[in-house]
């Protein structure tokens, strides 16, 4: 167990709705950095919070927009959906000042129909 | 542009040694670390590399070599609960951790 923790679980939303995702950073972590992952592919990086602003975003279109809170926890929120957004979105939380290990959520496995 | 490449699957008997490689291009470089994740799992946290050399954790030994961009993932006295999917992931100079594709590493009893 990593400490972070994303809901929900699964999701079925249907194309053009939107969606938020939740995740609880590990205690006294500063850092979240969410990824989207397809089936058979590696973590791709969409953006990273640190103390409460954005500081760093992958390739991925403004209709993913995420949010830090003052807790560190922190949520994912995704616009006008698109089918090929179908994925397993993934939560980390580091420590920061340095992220040498990334303790990941179980992430939350959305289907897009 | 970043890129990480490495094999996109690996077949190995219980109990034999296999080496996963990774070579890498990044916007700047701090470390490369790997990651272990079983299909429907998260990904967990295996070991981190900065400097050129061995880094050993028990069974697990990763390599780098800053100088030729590459690093190895080698596992010794494979199990059959070591089938899962390694990924390489380079920690770059904006202080993110971008991934590779994965290797889906294979074990024959």
């Known amino acids: 167990e990593t400490g972070v923790t994303q809901s929900p679980t699964h999701l079925i939303k249907t194309r053009g709705q939107q969606v938020t995702l939740r995740c609880s950073s590990q205690?006294?972590?500063?850092?979240v950095s969410w990824y989207q992952q397809a089936l058979g592919q590696g973590p791709q990086f969409i953006f990273q919070?640190?103390?409460?602003?954005?500081?760093g975003r992958g390739n991925f279109p403004p209709r993913f927009s995420g949010l830090q809170f003052p807790n560190y926890s922190s949520e994912l929120n995704v616009n006008a959906l698109e089918l090929d957004d179908s994925a397993l979105y993934l939560c980390?939380?580091?420590?920061?000042?340095?992220?040498?290990?990334?303790?990941f959520g179980q992430g939350t496995r959305l289907t897009v129909v | 542009g970043q890129s990480l490449e490495q094999p996109s699957e690996v077949t190995a008997v219980e109990g034999a040694i296999v080496q996963i490689n990774c070579t890498y291009q990044?916007?700047?470089?701090?470390?490369l670390s790997w990651y272990q994740q079983h299909d429907g799992g998260a990904p967990t946290f295996l070991s981190y590399?900065?400097?050129?050399g061995l880094e050993e954790t028990g069974r697990f030994s990763s390599f780098l070599s800053r100088s030729d961009s590459y690093g190895y993932l080698l596992l010794q006295e494979l199990q059959m609960k070591d089938s899962a999917s390694y990924f390489c992931?380079?920690?770059?100079?904006?202080?993110?951790?971008?991934f590779g594709k994965g290797t889906r590493l294979h074990i024959l009893p």
């Open positions: 590399n900065a400097l050129d």
């Open positions: 205690s006294g972590h500063n850092t």
């Open positions: 919070y640190y103390r409460e602003e954005e500081n």
């Open positions: 980390a939380s580091t420590p920061g000042g340095g992220n040498t290990e990334a303790f």
């Open positions: 992931a380079v920690r770059n100079r904006d202080d993110k951790i971008i």
């Open positions: 990044t916007s700047g470089f701090y470390g």
